[in-house]
């Protein structure tokens, strides 16, 4: 993933950017709501509120707290581009131009009049959260103010800064590769791409506008109106293996490491950073740890531009999403150390744009900005109560989390990870290419991205039983289809033969992209006899104490009397009363307490009832494989309670 940021905290329901990533999905936290009407509940987090930070500030207001010059230009169409946000070594070129050129070359296209759909309904959509928000009442903010206070002060109890967590970024990879191969691309203008799209570009044709995943011709038609002339090099996969390998092997020795993409690493200095300060603890020298963990990460790169002649620019922080965000500050070629204490953090990170946040697009960025005035990471602090009154799921913890700057200080990626453990949720493989509706050529291509996505899961030694395969049309709306397998899946062919049919089903179509996608992962099972996982045993919907019960009855039955259906354990023959109904047994010794939900509502004698009515309700009498009755005693009977 290449010059994109990494997503460490969320993947956002949006119709983002791409720039998200299934890292750490299941990071998000949840709170109960609860009805805080204590005032010392509100004093944890007063130290870290920004500057002129003020309560009643949660009320909309008309007055942006950004000045009207950081808004997008909406006269013209290069807000609707991803292409358009600037990256590292981009500082004062020529936005206008950009803009201009990126409005004539796209003018007609079927992107373009896609892009201004998805446009209409995010500024229907922000529309209608600003008229939520004005229908407030002082009630509704005080509330919401007061559970988003409890919330963060659950935060904060969180907050950890005993490890020293290191990001590295390779700087313009693919590019610096391609001019250490020849060295007289060095003082050129150079993307690693061709027309349609470039992966990324060097620094000297940032400078004219150019980025990664602009479109080529757009690129070279910037730099030629600046009067210099773009140089296309095409992508050498195999290199850029073989340099990734080089730098892995060296980071590898300073610390367990997790990379999800070639120039990219998360690194856990800790180890080593306590290592060298006990060294020199036992010398008598100086030991202060933030200088030992600056001094380290310095080596790092030093030792990796010997070794590959490449820079690597990094930074070090107490968890690895600020240490991201900081490892961009001095790029290329430098370093950032975060402030260890947290009011010096939060001072340098407060003042940041929210679009910093790993995991925060171009349309959060929108919303954020246009529907509640949050333009800089502080100001989701002062709208806590708007933000709380309307943003749902997962996205308010995020959200509220990131402000705090707290996030993960462990690696919970699959690089380093036990071989029975499973971090990543998905492994994925798509391809675009020119508008193809040829049902046997799609198939060929849906053919070659399993294969891909087979190679990866072989070489983790993983396998799934959900396929995803995802259609970009022509007309650019995107289709997901999902289905899932009773087995775990890893070769090709299969893998191939689960996703053919929702190909077929949508056929024909004519489309521009297309991608497969594996998930529902277990590791070390052999998917060739890999067991069906939908049946549910009875067990799981009893306590462990109907479960002892229904052990030591069955132990003190004779093997004649008691038969097994499924996993339930039933006698041929139940006395029944005038009504016809099976008499209930009480279990034998002390019934189990019923549940806090029942315990007004139930005696001890109406349990075992209510129990039935559980059994009859559950989803497990609903389940694929029905009780089968034995020697002729009807569905009732299958069915025994302790």
């Known amino acids: 993933m290449l010059d994109s940021n990494e997503d460490y905290e969320q993947n956002w329901n949006d119709d983002d950017d791409g720039e998200m990533d299934d890292e750490e999905r299941d990071e998000n936290a949840h709170f109960d709501e609860t009805d805080l009407n204590n005032e010392d509940d509100h004093l944890v987090l007063s130290q870290y509120y920004p500057a002129g930070y003020n309560e009643d500030s949660d009320t909309q207001s008309d007055e942006p707290c950004q000045p009207e010059a950081e808004?997008?230009?909406?006269?013209?169409?290069?807000?609707?581009?991803?292409?358009?946000?600037?990256?590292?070594?981009?500082?004062?070129?020529?936005?206008?131009?950009?803009?201009?050129?990126?409005?004539?070359?796209?003018?007609?296209?079927?992107?373009?009049?896609?892009?201004?759909?998805?446009d209409e309904r995010l500024t229907k959509r922000v529309e209608t959260i600003k008229h939520d928000i004005a229908m407030l009442t002082d009630v509704q903010i005080r509330t919401a103010r007061n559970k988003s206070e409890a919330m963060l002060n659950e935060l904060e109890l969180t907050r950890k800064t005993e490890r020293w967590c290191c990001v590295i970024d390779m700087d313009m990879f693919f590019a610096a590769v391609a001019i250490k191969d020849n060295p007289s691309l060095e003082n050129i203008p150079v993307a690693v791409g061709g027309n349609s799209m470039i992966s990324t570009a060097n620094y000297v044709a940032r400078k004219y506008g150019v980025r990664s995943a602009m479109p080529g011709f757009i690129a070279k038609e910037l730099c030629k109106r600046q009067g210099v002339t773009l140089t296309f090099v095409p992508h050498s996969t195999q290199r850029y293996k073989e340099e990734a390998k080089t730098v892995r092997d060296?980071?590898?020795?300073?610390?367990?490491?997790?990379?999800?993409?070639?120039?990219?690493?998360?690194?856990?200095?800790?180890?080593?950073?306590?290592?060298?300060?006990?060294s020199l603890l036992s010398q008598g020298h100086n030991a202060d740890e933030t200088h030992i963990a600056e001094t380290v990460l310095s080596d790092l790169r030093e030792e990796v531009y010997s070794a590959t002649s490449l820079t690597v620019s990094g930074s070090v922080a107490s968890n690895f999403m600020l240490a991201k965000i900081g490892a961009d500050v001095n790029k290329p070629n430098g370093q950032f150390m975060v402030p260890r204490r947290t009011e010096d953090m939060l001072e340098w990170f407060h003042e940041l744009p929210v679009r910093k946040i790993p995991g925060v697009g171009k349309v959060k960025e929108r919303v954020l900005k246009e529907a509640y005035n949050v333009y800089l990471i502080k100001d989701i602090l002062a709208k806590?109560?708007?933000?709380?009154?309307?943003?749902?799921?997962?996205?308010?913890?995020?959200?509220?989390?990131s402000a705090l700057g707290i996030a993960r200080d462990t690696l919970t990626d699959y690089t380093n990870a036990p071989k029975d453990s499973i971090s990543r949720q998905s492994v994925g493989?798509?391809?675009?290419?020119?508008?193809?509706?040829?049902?046997?050529?799609?198939?060929?291509?849906?053919?070659?991205?399993?294969?891909?996505?087979?190679?990866v899961l072989k070489r983790k030694d993983m396998q799934g039983r959900a396929v995803i395969v995802k259609l970009k049309r022509t007309d650019f709306k995107v289709l997901s289809k999902l289905t899932n397998s009773h087995s775990y899946l890893q070769s090709a062919?299969?893998?191939?033969?689960?996703?053919?049919?929702?190909?077929?089903?949508?056929?024909?179509?004519?489309?521009?992209?297309?991608?497969?996608?594996?998930?529902?992962?277990?590791?070390?099972?052999?998917?060739k006899v890999a067991k069906d996982i939908t049946q549910k045993r009875l067990t799981s919907f009893m306590t462990k104490s109907e479960v002892e019960g229904e052990k030591r009855k069955t132990s003190t039955d004779s093997d004649d009397d008691v038969r097994v259906v499924g996993h339930c354990t039933k006698?041929?023959?139940?006395?029944?009363?005038?009504?016809?109904?099976?008499?209930?047994?009480?279990?034998?010794?002390?019934?189990?307490?019923p549940s806090s939900k029942r315990r007004k509502e139930n005696t001890r004698e109406q349990a075992p009832q209510a129990r039935l009515n559980f059994f009859k309700n559950s989803s497990f009498s609903k389940a694929s494989t029905p009780l089968t009755p034995v020697n002729g005693t009807s569905k009732e009977d299958a069915i025994e309670l302790e």
Do not use: W
């Open 71 to 118: 808004a997008k230009d909406k006269s013209t169409t290069a807000h609707l581009y991803v292409f358009t946000a600037e990256k590292g070594g981009m500082k004062g070129f020529d936005k206008k131009l950009q803009q201009n050129v990126i409005e004539e070359l796209s003018k007609g296209s079927k992107h373009l009049h896609h892009a201004k759909i998805m």
């Open 493 to 527: 062919e299969d893998i191939y033969n689960l996703a053919k049919p929702l190909l077929d089903k949508e056929c024909p179509i004519s489309c521009r992209l297309m991608g497969v996608k594996v998930q529902k992962f277990k590791r070390g099972v052999s998917y």
């Open 429 to 455: 493989a798509e391809r675009t290419f020119r508008d193809q509706s040829d049902q046997g050529e799609l198939q060929k291509i849906l053919m070659k991205l399993c294969e891909k996505v087979s190679e």
């Open 250 to 278: 060296i980071i590898s020795k300073y610390g367990p490491y997790s990379s999800m993409s070639l120039d990219e690493a998360k690194i856990d200095l800790t180890d080593i950073v306590r290592s060298r300060q006990a």
């Open 571 to 593: 006698r041929p023959h139940t006395p029944r009363e005038s009504t016809g109904k099976p008499v209930l047994k009480a279990p034998p010794g002390p019934a189990p307490a």
């Open 384 to 401: 806590k109560a708007l933000l709380h009154a309307n943003e749902d799921g997962s996205s308010l913890p995020f959200l509220m989390r």
